[in-house]
């Protein structure tokens, strides 16, 4: 490995670079250095991935090179001449763009609208709208992202909103793009067309950073990478000279274990019981249409599916987040309509959500009180007037220990730890609490291949030890191994349900995930009987 590293920046030292950040160091107010002296650079016409474990600073360094952060230390040569990056809009300016992992995009608005919003066309003193159009049309056919410019952006699947916002970048003349987390909601149909095109955006001089965990598709698409652990760059290497194994040990620092092992399950009595449930949305349009399923005890049902096609709206059903409009839930035999999140979380049910800083941590508080969140009444940590401080440091510290949670102390702020980190704060709050149901929506969504490894185990041992889990996830490696049996939902309907997912493929799956396969009713109740 270290041959490969030496030889590679032998490379790079003949080659010429288009653009290059030299000795960042990026040092955060609290003392946490997120970046230390670390080199990166890109040639014209590479797709270059950069892989590390939440909290390895590639984030941060990718932020200052688009302007959201400044570092202490370093520079950045683009074209052979020092730049300065103050803002987004300078780094647009100087032809960097970033798709971020959560769109940036007005639902309201057509496609076009979005296009050109901040820099419209104009006719007279009005936007141009038949022209916003017409380049919108043109950009798109040019990169073959074909796009409706008129389609409200509300209106549009995951795969297409995720179009707009490349084209959003090359119609601002971006000729860098920084694409984080691209494929984390993407069926595999939808992800090998955006492999497609970023290929041609390659072969039309295009320059693409990649940002995945997901080292599968790093092993098919980039040319080369770099690898960053604990803020510092582990070397550059060429994509076909290292294995996923080698990429995923230069991570994290060990071996990782990327396949699931687990037994067989052995169910008991239903847990979760979901009858002919359907719920409108808050556009007034029916999200979920007469569904009908269980989860038992001692095992795990996964519920895969493209973002938007009914399973939030379950979760939050389950989990008292919304209201039941038609059917029942039934958890431990009780029927939650008339009861409260916190009256169901007391039959037993946890949530790990999909979106870990709204709805999973308190992020001004520190992480002995969000691992406190859901016990602080409880005996064991108050007493009749005061809490018992030494009794709720024992447990913070023994927790932050069990699930390997990196800080400073159980006192440091949830909002200044790395993602992988929060949701183990989440994780550890959650499976802590001996559950008789667990929904995990997304458990493992935008984090790195060590804290996945570890919170994937831990549903298992979770199943074995007797817990019902429902398991929401886009993953669609994930679904498949975790899932003793599986559901698909597409439009709000269930469209498969797969008693053995050992018999499943990811393209077979992928296609019951796009409505092009469905299962008849006849055999989705068959399946949800047996």
């Given at each position: 490995?270290?041959?490969?590293?030496?030889?590679?920046?032998?490379?790079?030292?003949?080659?010429?670079?288009?653009?290059?950040?030299?000795?960042?160091?990026?040092?955060?107010?609290?003392?946490?250095?997120a970046n230390e002296s670390v080199d990166f650079s890109i040639r014209k016409g590479e797709i270059h991935a950069l892989v590390?474990?939440?909290?390895?600073?590639?984030?941060?360094?990718?932020?200052?090179?688009?302007?959201?952060?400044?570092?202490?230390?370093?520079?950045?040569?683009?074209?052979?001449?020092?730049?300065?990056?103050?803002?987004?809009?300078?780094?647009?300016?100087?032809?960097?763009?970033?798709?971020?992992?959560?769109?940036?995009?007005?639902?309201?608005?057509?496609?076009?609208?979005?296009?050109?919003?901040?820099?419209?066309?104009?006719?007279?003193?009005?936007?141009?709208?038949?022209?916003?159009?017409?380049?919108?049309?043109?950009?798109?056919?040019?990169?073959?992202?074909?796009?409706d410019p008129t389609a409200k952006i509300r209106d549009l699947p995951v795969g297409i909103k995720q179009k707009v916002e490349?084209?959003?970048?090359?119609?601002?003349?971006?000729?860098?793009?920084?694409?984080?987390?691209?494929?984390?909601?993407?069926?595999?149909?939808?992800?090998?067309?955006?492999?497609?095109?970023?290929?041609?955006?390659?072969?039309?001089?295009?320059?693409?950073?990649?940002?995945?965990?997901?080292?599968?598709?790093?092993?098919?698409?980039?040319?080369?990478?770099?690898?960053?652990?604990?803020?510092?760059?582990?070397?550059?290497?060429?994509?076909?000279?290292?294995?996923?194994?080698?990429?995923?040990?230069?991570?994290?620092?060990?071996?990782?274990?990327?396949?699931?092992?687990?037994?067989?399950?052995?169910?008991?009595?239903?847990?979760?019981?979901?009858?002919?449930?359907?719920?409108?949305?808050?556009?007034?349009?029916?999200?979920?249409?007469?569904?009908?399923?269980?989860?038992?005890?001692?095992?795990?049902?996964?519920?895969?599916?493209?973002?938007?096609?009914?399973?939030?709206?379950?979760?939050?059903?389950?989990?008292?987040?919304?209201?039941?409009?038609?059917?029942?839930?039934?958890?431990?035999?009780?029927?939650?309509?008339?009861?409260?999140?916190?009256?169901?979380?007391?039959?037993?049910?946890?949530?790990?959500?999909?979106?870990?800083?709204?709805?999973?941590?308190?992020?001004?508080?520190?992480?002995?009180?969000?691992?406190?969140?859901?016990?602080?009444?409880?005996?064991?940590?108050?007493?009749?007037?005061?809490?018992?401080?030494?009794?709720?440091?024992?447990?913070?510290?023994?927790?932050?220990?069990?699930?390997?949670?990196?800080?400073?102390?159980?006192?440091?702020?949830?909002?200044?730890?790395?993602?992988?980190?929060?949701?183990?704060?989440?994780?550890?709050?959650?499976?802590?609490?001996?559950?008789?149901?667990?929904?995990?929506?997304?458990?493992?969504?935008?984090?790195?291949?060590?804290?996945?490894?570890?919170?994937?185990?831990?549903?298992?041992?979770?199943?074995?030890?007797?817990?019902?889990?429902?398991?929401?996830?886009?993953?669609?490696?994930?679904?498949?191994?975790?899932?003793?049996?599986?559901?698909?939902?597409?439009?709000?309907?269930?469209?498969?349900?797969?008693?053995?997912?050992?018999?499943?493929?990811?393209?077979?799956?992928?296609?019951?995930?796009?409505?092009?396969?469905?299962?008849?009713?006849?055999?989705?109740?068959?399946?949800?009987?047996?």
């Amino acid at each position: 490995m270290e041959t490969a590293v030496f030889i590679i920046k032998g490379e790079l030292l003949m080659q010429s670079e288009l653009l290059s950040m030299n000795g960042i160091t990026k040092v955060y107010p609290n003392g946490i250095v997120a970046n230390e002296s670390v080199d990166f650079s890109i040639r014209k016409g590479e797709i270059h991935a950069l892989v590390g474990e939440n909290g390895a600073g590639k984030s941060t360094l990718m932020k200052i090179l688009f302007g959201l952060e400044h570092p202490e230390e370093g520079e950045i040569i683009l074209n052979g001449e020092q730049i300065q990056i103050s803002s987004p809009n300078a780094a647009i300016d100087h032809g960097i763009g970033m798709v971020h992992q959560h769109f940036m995009l007005v639902p309201s608005l057509t496609v076009a609208e979005n296009m050109v919003l901040g820099s419209e066309p104009k006719k007279g003193l009005y936007v141009n709208l038949k022209k916003a159009v017409a380049e919108t049309k043109e950009l798109a056919e040019k990169y073959n992202l074909i796009v409706d410019p008129t389609a409200k952006i509300r209106d549009l699947p995951v795969g297409i909103k995720q179009k707009v916002e490349i084209l959003k970048a090359l119609y601002r003349g971006a000729e860098v793009l920084i694409l984080d987390e691209p494929t984390a909601v993407l069926t595999p149909q939808e992800t090998k067309e955006l492999f497609e095109e970023l290929h041609l955006l390659k072969d039309q001089g295009n320059t693409i950073i990649f940002i995945s965990h997901k080292l599968h598709e790093i092993k098919e698409l980039c040319d080369r990478l770099t690898i960053m652990r604990n803020g510092k760059s582990q070397g550059v290497f060429n994509v076909s000279d290292v294995s996923e194994a080698d990429i995923s040990r230069l991570m994290v620092g060990r071996d990782v274990i990327l396949k699931v092992e687990k037994e067989d399950a052995d169910p008991g009595d239903v847990i979760l019981d979901v009858d002919k449930l359907t719920v409108i949305n808050d556009f007034g349009k029916q999200a979920v249409n007469d569904i009908s399923f269980s989860v038992r005890k001692g095992e795990i049902l996964g519920v895969a599916g493209v973002e938007g096609n009914g399973q939030g709206e379950l979760v939050e059903i389950i989990t008292g987040l919304k209201q039941i409009h038609f059917g029942d839930v039934r958890i431990c035999g009780n029927n939650i309509k008339p009861l409260s999140i916190k009256e169901i979380r007391n039959l037993g049910t946890c949530h790990i959500p999909e979106d870990r800083m709204t709805y999973g941590v308190a992020e001004s508080l520190d992480i002995e009180q969000n691992l406190l969140a859901d016990k602080h009444d409880s005996p064991e940590y108050t007493g009749k007037f005061l809490t018992k401080p030494k009794v709720i440091r024992e447990n913070s510290l023994k927790l932050i220990e069990e699930y390997k949670i990196k800080c400073g102390s159980p006192l440091q702020e949830v909002k200044m730890l790395s993602g992988g980190n929060i949701q183990k704060v989440v994780v550890a709050r959650e499976f802590s609490s001996s559950p008789q149901l667990i929904i995990a929506d997304q458990p493992t969504r935008g984090i790195d291949v060590g804290a996945t490894e570890f919170i994937r185990k831990r549903l298992v041992e979770l199943r074995d030890q007797g817990s019902a889990v429902l398991l929401v996830s886009a993953d669609l490696n994930e679904v498949m191994e975790l899932s003793d049996s599986l559901i698909v939902m597409y439009g709000g309907e269930i469209t498969a349900y797969i008693k053995d997912t050992k018999s499943l493929n990811e393209e077979e799956l992928g296609l019951y995930m796009l409505g092009i396969n469905r299962q008849s009713p006849e055999e989705i109740g068959r399946a949800i009987h047996v």
